[in-house]
């Protein structure tokens, strides 16, 4: 069983930073695919990035083609991370961590929120203008 708690958001002007922490209690991150997903009121929740540990190449990560270059993930053996730079007010939404430890061959499903067993209660990041 994996437990995830989210910190780090709050409220930051367009243009801000935020870095997003996503702490694991119940097991390590070593052998997890980890995400970062969002949700604005009235939509659906979307993939924010994705990382894929395999151990035979590294790990590989996805990230939502409109955040490519503002969002980073990083994770280390208990914690993930999510920098996010340059915000913008459309940024606004809660953020959700999740973690499986499920393996699919086909890498490109752990970009689904479907994929994903364990979640975090969510961190709210409020993006002013």
Known sequence: QVQLVESGGGLVQAGGSLRLSCAASG??????ALGWFRQAPGKER???????FIAW???STYYADSLKGRF???R???AMYLQMSN???EDTAVYYCAAT???????SLYTRAATYD???QGTQVTVSS
């Open 46 to 52: 979307e993939l924010v990035t994705a990382m894929v």
């Open 57 to 59: 190449s590294g790990d």
């Open 101 to 107: 430890n499920r393996y699919y061959s086909d890498s």
């Open 72 to 74: 980073t993930i990083s």
């Open 118 to 120: 364990y979640w975090g």
């Open 27 to 32: 097991r390590t991150f070593s052998s997890h």
């Open 87 to 89: 915000l913008k007010v």
């Open 76 to 78: 280390d053996d208990t």
